[in-house]
């Protein structure tokens, strides 16, 4: 064990071998749901606090456990490479992760949409039209670069008309008090934070393109046709957390606080989101046509940015299956927005 | 004697045991890969070796559609640049202190405390504040790798000016140097290629810093690719980049101790 070659041989055997042991989609009892900090996913961690979560798990005979996951897009894929059976995620990052990577995903909540929770602000410029020719700082190839990119549309101008400079969020606020940085495109609560700025005006937001910016539970596939069980159970929880939610201020006082914020500071979010607090709603939504139209539109994005995979042709590779139809390649179905679960809850049959 | 302890490999036989754990390595990875993409062929964890190669054909050698660069290479240069920039000014940087603090007592009592202290704040920690003061632009990149190793560098420097013999600089004087030939003449050849070595030894850090800087704001550049294309777990490219900059490390290693070896060949008669 002396040479250090040898060692690490040792070592990459260990982690290769713990490659292999990716999750087998049979029926189990044991699940694993993931989720990261956002206004409409502190439900999320409600539930696992208050115990609904684990009353609906037991109801169903199962067990579920409820992990935080700082990173949002590390938690995505966590999701994708099998070490969870469920994650929040926007549409958009459900179809080009895990559905790209070949991972059959089910979006089997859809809890709101952004309202405005994302933005493009510019400093001491008032229309969107100012932004030609600037630097824009954003996460790249993000919802945030959708935005701009269905912004920009809005105004005539393109891509090409600006210069896009990826910034991790982490750092938004900070780079936007430098010198440098005229414009960024980022999501709350970073909006707000950088909203109090002297100068900074908010140019164009999602409640410009309502219901294109969806906030998802996403779960395997094969993991819920094998286990409705589990479907039944995340479904049955969130609904009665949301009626919790809409009804009484101190839940969404936890929430805010346990997103590092406070109750004025959670709702001031909230209002820029649109929760389907009663699963009629969110039901209604998934059925509408408008969600294909939406979806095709995102996977136009996607495949004009490469983030359809190398094999993609054009934007239609991947199949997004939806109650009023499918967008895309039918035979290559690997995004589905189901509306069974959410209509038991509708119904009371949960 | 017959035993385990005494044989030593023939050259041949040395070579081959050098390369064989990474053959070893290579089958692993092939037999991982194979049995995840068995279970879903888009699997993108382990990509298979023809997807790596479609990836550095698409990015090394294939212009790019959006903007006509080879993205690769274009990622290298821009990295290389802030890499060698921050290297150069850190020595710059530790060499000048170090020495100066290491030869004049007076400058090193005062000075050499103030040093400890900045090399042991923790670079990344006040990273917004690096911002605010240099900027997201290149500037910043460079400033966070200098900041990251300079105060290193100088309080090597200064150990290694201190540890020269003292006899040296009693004979200097005795033959009539002043202070500033003795720096000069008799210090600074004595500490170039201790400065190499220190060079060498913040390698690690330096890429470590230059990667952290381009995850947080750019537009090009090897650790801007991989946290890019993080976001789609593309680990087809993210492998191949991690690997080139590891080449990228060891060259640069390589060719400072063969400068080393080349302007000092006495330093290494000692060793």
Request: proline residues 4%; hydrophobic residues 45%; neutral net charge.
């Amino acid at each position: 064990m002396k040479h250090p070659f040898v060692r690490l041989f040792f070592a990459s055997s260990v982690i290769v071998s713990l490659l292999f042991s990716s999750q087998a989609a049979l029926a189990k009892d044991n699940f694993k749901i993931c989720w990261s900090i956002y206004v409409g996913w502190m439900p999320w961690e409600y539930g696992d606090t208050s115990g609904i979560v684990d009353k609906w798990a037991d109801k169903y005979g199962i067990e579920i456990d409820v992990v935080q996951i700082n990173d949002y897009i590390e938690s995505i894929n966590q999701y994708t490479a099998g070490s969870f059976d469920a994650c929040t995620m926007t549409n958009m990052d459900a179809l080009t992760i895990p559905a790209a990577g070949g991972v059959d995903s089910t979006a089997l909540i859809v809890g709101d949409f952004s309202n405005g929770n994302d933005a493009v602000i510019l400093k001491d410029k008032k229309s969107l039209k100012e932004i030609k020719g600037q630097q824009v700082n954003l996460v790249e190839l993000s919802v945030s670069h959708y935005l701009l990119a269905r912004g920009l549309e809005s105004v005539g101008l393109a891509e090409k008309d600006v210069k896009v400079v990826n910034t991790s969020d982490a750092d938004m606020v900070a780079a936007y008090t430098t010198k440098d940085v005229t414009s960024v495109v980022t999501w709350n609560p970073l909006v707000s934070e950088i909203l109090t700025t002297p100068g900074a005006n908010k140019v164009y937001d999602s409640s410009n393109i309502p219901g294109e910016i969806i906030d998802t539970l996403v779960v395997n596939t094969e993991t819920l046709k094998a286990n409705p069980k589990l479907g039944k159970a995340l479904v049955g929880a969130w609904y009665e957390i949301m009626a919790k939610m809409e009804a009484d201020k101190a839940v969404r006082e936890h929430m805010g606080k346990a997103s590092g914020t406070d109750l004025a500071g959670y709702e001031m979010q909230l209002a820029s989101t649109k929760m389907f607090y009663s699963a009629a709603d969110a039901v209604a939504f998934v059925k509408s046509e408008q969600l294909v139209k939406t979806m095709q539109y995102v996977a136009e994005f996607s495949f004009d940015h490469g983030l359809l995979g190398e094999g993609a042709p054009d934007a239609g590779f991947i199949g997004i299956e939806t109650p009023a139809g499918v967008f895309g390649d039918k035979a290559n179905i690997k995004l589905r927005f189901d509306e069974t679960y959410m209509l038991m809850a509708a119904e009371g049959k949960l | 004697m017959k035993r385990l302890i005494n044989k030593r490999p023939s050259k041949p036989l040395a070579v081959f045991l050098g390369i064989f754990p990474f053959l070893i390595l290579l089958f692993l990875y092939q037999v991982g890969s194979d049995a995840r993409k068995a279970e879903n062929e888009r699997d993108k964890l382990l990509p298979s070796f023809s997807e790596i190669h479609h990836a550095i054909d698409r990015l090394a050698f294939t212009p790019s559609k959006r903007t006509g660069e080879y993205v690769f290479w274009q990622d290298t240069k821009s990295s290389l640049k802030r890499m060698l920039m921050g290297l150069a000014i850190a020595a710059l940087i530790g060499l000048t202190i170090g020495l100066l603090t290491g030869a004049i007592p007076m400058l090193g009592a005062n000075l050499t405390p103030l040093v400890t202290a900045i090399s042991l704040i923790p670079p990344m920690a006040i990273l917004p504040i690096l911002f605010i003061v240099f900027g997201l632009g290149e500037l910043s990149k460079v400033v966070l790798i200098v900041i990251g190793i300079a105060p290193f560098m100088t309080r090597d420097i200064y150990q290694r000016t201190k540890e020269l013999p003292r006899e040296q600089l009693v004979k200097a004087q005795t033959l009539g140097a002043h202070s500033g030939q003795i720096i000069v003449r008799v210090l600074l050849p004595q500490i170039l290629p201790r400065l190499i070595d220190a060079v060498r030894l913040s390698l690690g850090s330096a890429w470590l810093f230059l990667i952290a800087a381009e995850a947080i704001a750019s537009t090009d550049g090897l650790g801007y690719r991989i946290f890019l294309v993080r976001r789609y777990m593309s680990m087809d490219v993210i492998l191949p980049y991690v690997i080139w900059i590891t080449f990228l490390a060891f060259l640069l290693d390589w060719m400072l101790v063969r400068t080393s070896k080349t302007f000092f060949p006495w330093y290494h008669v000692q060793k």
